[in-house]
């Protein structure tokens, strides 16, 4: 372990790209280490490495390609909880009567039956020095093992680090998966979900089927089940599909952005949204993960069998998630991202708390 931590620092005192990620129960962490500062766009979904594409669907996907990065895998090692931080930010009145301004337009919106769900988020911003990214990213690694942790870093656009329980897609040959995930409420919150919140979870799964209708085969969807992430209890259905003649890059336009982090009518949604948030999300819920990476199958685990070296074959496999529950740092400030869905049956107090409720996510690891 002592041997990522001088990795990540190194590239981070050097001013290098890296990416350091954990796959959701993995037992090992990996890394992406470019072997130059050079910004390097995604040209096809052909290609193989680490992408990071942003929530507005005309911008770039930043991609560490696996050609020209050192791809690096570490043993994760469980040092067990840490105490929680003690860092918080100041609630900021102005902040709070802003969103509540946008939270009513939106709501006003879907009662004049422009939108059926609109998901307005919010920045939380403040002076921060952060030092060690490691320590930061094992933070995240060992509060929240069930997600995909990350610290991405560029110098010529900052760092980005998170924790997300959404899968937006995981392909493996021609099976494909990806989930519907929606409503939120604290795990120690002791009720019963509320028929907005399973309205809204139920919005998301038929918007994400339709979407997948035109791409893919053999459309199956799980029952309605209640995940756990952190300190938040999310609603979750599943989907499975086989992919069609339909490439990956077309699949993942039809689906982002998802009702989940953007709304429905899609499109008038995203209108408004860059109207009215006031602020740019960038990478915030966009995704990011691994694309066309090698995963070595073999018959047998005993790895001095031969019969196991004969049947060895190496499938190309993608891991996506959405950006949720994220942190940017930049020029000593660091920004918290954080939103909800809004319905018709949507209360702009209760909306607000949610909020406030998710940016502990990462205020937990500063």
């Given at each position: 372990m ?9 590239a ?14 993995a ?24 992408i990071?594409?942003?929530f507005?669907?005309?911008s ?23 105490s ?13 009567e802003?969103y509540?301004?946008?939270l ?13 769900k609109i ?34 870093y ?12 959404e899968v ?10 990806t ?9 120690d ?29 053999n459309l ?5 089940q ?8 999310h609603l ?8 069609a ?14 009702p ?12 408004f ?9 960038d ?7 691994e ?6 199958n ?7 069998n ?19 529950r ?18 018709k ?18 205020l937990?690891?500063l």
């Amino acid at each position: 372990m002592q041997e990522l931590i001088q990795h990540i620092e190194g590239a981070w005192a050097s001013e290098m790209p890296f990416v350091a990620y954990h796959l959701p129960e993995a037992g090992e962490v990996n890394c992406f280490f470019p072997k130059d500062s050079q910004l390097r766009y995604l040209q096809h979904y052909d290609e193989a490495g680490f992408i990071f594409s942003p929530f507005k669907i005309e911008s770039q996907t930043i991609v560490f390609p696996e050609a020209s990065s050192e791809v690096l895998k570490f043993k994760l090692i469980d040092f067990g909880k840490e105490s929680k931080s003690k860092f918080s930010i100041k609630e900021n009145p102005e902040e709070k009567e802003n969103y509540l301004k946008l939270l009513w337009e939106a709501i006003d919106q879907i009662h004049a039956e422009r939108f059926k769900k609109i998901v307005v988020s919010r920045k939380i911003s403040t002076a921060y020095n952060l030092q060690h990214p490691s320590e930061l990213f094992l933070k995240l690694t060992q509060f929240y093992p069930e997600a995909f942790t990350y610290v991405w870093y560029h110098p010529k656009v900052g760092l980005w680090a998170g924790a997300s329980p959404e899968v937006l897609a995981k392909t493996y040959r021609t099976q494909f998966k990806t989930m519907a995930l929606a409503g939120t409420k604290p795990a120690d919150e002791d009720r019963d979900w509320t028929e907005k919140e399973l309205d809204e979870q139920q919005m998301v799964t038929d918007e994400i089927t339709d979407a997948l209708k035109n791409h893919t085969e053999n459309l199956q969807i799980s029952e309605r089940q209640t995940d756990k992430a952190g300190d938040l209890l999310h609603l979750r259905t599943d989907i499975r599909a086989t992919l069609a003649s339909s490439k990956l890059g077309d699949v993942l336009k039809a689906m982002h952005p998802t009702p989940a982090v953007c709304g429905l009518p899609k499109e008038k949604a995203y209108q408004f949204l860059k109207v009215n948030e006031a602020y740019d999300r960038d990478f915030y819920t966009g995704f990011f993960g691994e694309l066309n990476m090698p995963q070595h199958n073999q018959r047998s685990s005993r790895t001095q069998n031969q019969e196991n070296q004969a049947y060895k074959s190496v499938v190309r496999v993608s891991n996506l998630y959405v950006n949720l529950r994220c942190l940017s740092y930049a020029d000593g400030t660091i920004n918290i991202y954080v939103g909800g869905g809004i319905t018709k049956d949507s209360v702009p107090e209760d909306e607000w708390l949610e909020t406030v409720n998710k940016s502990r996510t990462m205020l937990k690891v500063l």
